[in-house]
T-cell receptor, first 114, second 109 residues
Framework: DTAVSQTPKYLVTQMGNDKSIKCEQNLGHDTMYWYKQDSKKFLKIMFSYNNKELIINETVPNRFSPKSPDKAHLNLHINSLELGDSAVYFC?????????????FGPGTRLTVT | LAKTTQPISMDSYEGQEVNITCSHNNIATNDYITWYQQFPSQGPRFIIQGYKTKVTNEVASLFIPADRKSSTLSLPRVSLSDTAVYYCLLSGGYNKLIFGAGTRLAVHP
């Protein structure tokens, strides 16, 4: 009965490859997010997606693209992977409401680019 | 863009009360103050949120002075399992949930 799940948990790949990370939430939330946590443990928001409205952090390269097949899923596609993309990626979701504060995070996907 | 400042690390012992203070001098009127906890190899977990004065739940208390330029997370009687990174952040919109470096709390026996 995991609330927010991500697959895979670990992903090792080579530079230049294209990969996807899947995220699913069974909480009925209407907003989902992707975050990147680098080696220094800084957690930065990449995208938020709500009712088909995508809000992008302008610092995110366009090699990253979120795709939402339905309200319960927000997958992250990454093209032409680079060494600097190595990090832990977290998916999160939020219940409906005005405040953005209470988010439910997945367990993370550790991406290693070699 | 509002940001927060908190100690990089803290040490405590089991059974003690731990207070982690966060500075947010440029907090906006519509910002809420939120604290998250993160254990190694896990995603952050929401602990508590407040706007002003004091908020208490089963896990922690949050003290916010009238000027809202700082806040203090209080963890009563910590145990070893409270060893984690604690993030103070401001939130007021889709893109305003900004995580800082966090405070690494180490609880010792």
């Amino acid at each position: 009965d995991t609330a927010v799940s991500q697959t895979p948990k670990y992903l090792v790949t080579q530079m230049g490859n294209d990969k996807s990370i899947k995220c699913e939430q069974n909480l009925g939330h209407d907003t989902m997010y992707w975050y990147k946590q680098d080696s220094k443990k800084f957690l930065k928001i990449m995208f938020s997606y709500n009712n088909k409205e995508l809000i992008i952090n302008e610092t995110v390269p366009n090699r990253f693209s979120p795709k939402s097949p339905d309200k319960a899923h927000l997958n992250l596609h990454i093209n032409s992977l680079e060494l600097g993309d190595s990090a832990v990626y977290f998916c999160a979701s939020r219940p409906p409401g005005l405040a953005d504060y209470e988010q439910y995070f997945g367990p993370g996907t550790r991406l290693t680019v070699t | 863009l509002a940001k927060t400042t908190q100690p990089i690390s803290m040490d405590s012992y089991e059974g003690q009360e731990v207070n982690i203070t966060c500075s947010h001098n440029n907090i906006a009127t519509n910002d809420y103050i939120t604290w998250y906890q993160q254990f190694p190899s896990q995603g952050p977990r929401f602990i508590i949120q407040g706007y002003k004065t004091k908020v208490t739940n089963e896990v922690a208390s949050l003290f916010i002075p009238a000027d809202r330029k700082s806040s203090t997370l209080s963890l009563p009687r910590v145990s070893l399992s409270d060893t984690a990174v604690y993030y103070c952040l401001l939130s007021g919109g889709y893109n305003k949930l900004i995580f800082g470096a966090g405070t690494r709390l180490a609880v010792h026996p």
